[in-house]
């Protein structure tokens, strides 16, 4: 069973920082390309950035670029998420899942993990 873990999140003021992390199971996780997700309140889930499989490439979404990094550990199927510069607009419940831009609609999301950033 494909399973995630995301943690790490939290509330931090505007210009912040924080290290988001995924724990991956149910699958050969260094064989996937991995994503991660963001849902705003009262909005859907947006693409916030995408990992090869052996995270030698990675694309990001505008809103994100030069702040965020994405990065994986395939030695402990851990895919992360290191967030800079943060803004009230990066608040919300962020997840991650397989794939490159696009999820397999077949899996199921993690609970994901809350970031708030506030003054």
């Known amino acids: 069973e494909v399973q995630f873990v995301e943690s790490g999140g939290g509330m931090v003021q505007p210009g912040g920082s924080l290290r988001l992390s995924c724990a991956a199971s149910g699958f050969t996780f260094s064989s996937y390309p991995m994503n991660w997700f963001h849902r705003a309140p009262g909005k859907g889930p947006e693409w916030v950035s995408s990992i090869n499989f052996s995270g030698g490439s990675t694309i990001y979404a505008d809103s994100v670029k030069g702040r965020f990094t994405i990065s994986r550990d395939n030695a402990k199927n851990t895919l992360y998420l290191q967030m800079n510069s943060l803004k009230p607009e990066d608040t919300g419940l962020y997840y991650c899942?397989?794939?490159?831009?696009?999820?397999?609609?077949?899996?199921?999301w993690g609970q994901g993990t809350q970031v708030t950033v506030s003054s």
């Open positions: 899942a397989r794939g490159w831009k696009l999820r397999p609609p077949g899996d199921v």
